[in-house]
């Protein structure tokens, strides 16, 4: 029974994470270009989202963006942590109890939690490459990444 119930809550908050869709309220992920051959890709996830995830948002952004730019391989030039971290309270309450002449008061100070809400910014270059061509040191093949992430990834509806 508890395993049911384990599982029922780890797949009601699974619908919760940020989808692969575009920069909106609850996160997301875009390209930006930088110059004719670099992109700066940019994921955002929520509270439910795992770093994994995000990290998987962000290769197939990449792989995408190369596709899209013609391209076939890319190449990661640099990457930061942009995950932040929110601090949130609970309200704290006071309920009195009157029995006879004497009073009872019981205090609940409230809880303070933090949440972790995951973010990646990654820059990229792109590169066309001729057949038989060898792809520079670090290339990672767009086609190989949509092929095994993308199956992974979960879209927005749309």
């Known amino acids: ?15 919760c994470a940020t989808k692969y869709q575009t920069m909106g309220l609850t996160g997301g992920v875009d390209s930006q270009q930088i110059t004719s051959d670099r992109y700066r890709i940019v994921a955002r996830g929520n509270g439910y989202t795992s770093s994994v995830i ?27 942590d942009a995950s932040s ?4 309270q609970t309200a704290g309450y006071s309920q009195t109890n009157f029995v006879g002449r004497s009073a009872f008061t019981t205090y609940n100070p409230g809880s303070t939690f933090s949440t972790l809400k995951p973010g990646q910014d990654v820059y990229i270059q792109v590169f066309k490459l001729k057949p038989n061509e060898a ?13 095994f992430v993308s199956p992974r990834v979960l879209r927005a509806e749309e």
């Open 135 to 147: 792809p520079p040191v670090g290339a990672t093949s767009a086609d190989e990444v949509i092929k």
């Open 1 to 15: 029974m508890k395993k049911m119930t384990l599982l029922f809550f780890v797949l009601s908050l699974s619908g």
């Open 85 to 88: 971290t929110v601090v949130s």
């Open 54 to 80: 995000i990290q998987d948002y962000v290769l197939l952004k990449a792989a995408e963006t190369t596709k899209s730019a013609g391209a076939t391989h890319f190449v990661v030039l640099g990457a930061n």
